[in-house]
């Protein structure tokens, strides 16, 4: 079991470009979170998906971020137009999906997105 | 708005003492509670979590205590190793499906030989 997998562990990009950051859950799991690292924030919830379903995006910036998981393999998170502030490291996990808010979240070890 | 509140920033301790980190949360509907240890360059990793039911949970060398009342938690890490030298998440929630995990801002421990 590789654990999740996210790509690229480390993205450059010039203010106003697009990212888009890729994950690959665990085989099995069936829900999947994005949160987003700070040193200022912590851990913030961004979304998640249950079953490839949209379930609560309530943490997502509503005008340049995105989120999809097309199929059980992998999700992306886009986000558009991306400004300094959008720098963090984004977390990828994922979980069983039986019952999610007490489940063991198993994290990917992030992609570090730095806006120049 | 964090929900989720950890205290101290930062932690020093010596080898061998015991480490004690604290946690408070708002909502007093959230009844499950795992604390996350992170390292350099990876994600957070579960250590071990508490339900709100229990007022103490122990695993080894770490143990959580639990005040409902007061909604606080603290993870105590006993005769702390260099090794555990890390950030630990403090994180709760509402049990069941439908929701997620709430973090708060960590505590990044250093243990000093």
């Known amino acids: 079991n590789a654990g999740v997998i996210q790509t690229p562990r480390h993205k450059v990009t010039g203010k106003g470009q697009e990212a888009t950051l890729w994950c690959e859950p665990i085989s099995g799991h069936s829900a999947v979170f994005w949160y987003r690292q700070t040193i200022v924030q912590g851990l913030e919830f961004l979304t998640y998906?249950?079953?490839?379903?949209?379930?609560?995006d309530s943490g997502m910036p509503k005008e340049r971020f995105s989120a999809q998981m097309p199929n059980q393999s992998h999700s992306t998170l886009k986000i558009q137009s991306t400004q300094p502030q959008d720098s963090a490291v984004y977390l990828c996990a994922s979980s069983a999906g039986l019952g999610e808010g007490a489940e063991t979240l198993y994290f990917g070890s992030g992609t570090r997105l730095t806006v120049l | 708005q964090q929900q989720v509140r950890q205290s101290p920033q930062s932690l020093t301790v010596w080898e061998g003492e015991t480490a004690i980190l604290n946690c408070s949360y708002e909502?007093?509907?959230?009844?499950?509670f795992p604390w996350y240890q992170q390292f350099p360059g990876e994600g957070p990793a579960l250590l071990i979590s508490?339900?709100?039911?229990?007022d103490k949970k122990e695993d080894g060398r770490f143990t959580i205590f639990f005040n409902k009342r007061e909604k606080k938690l603290s993870l105590h890490i006993a005769d702390s190793q260099p090794g555990d030298s890390a950030t630990y998440f403090c994180a709760a929630s509402l049990g069941g499906s439908g929701t997620y995990q709430r973090f708060g801002t960590g505590t990044k421990l250093q243990v000093v030989p």
């Open positions: 998906f249950r079953n490839q379903a949209p379930i609560d």
């Open positions: 508490i339900l709100s039911v229990s």
């Open positions: 909502n007093s509907a959230f009844d499950y």
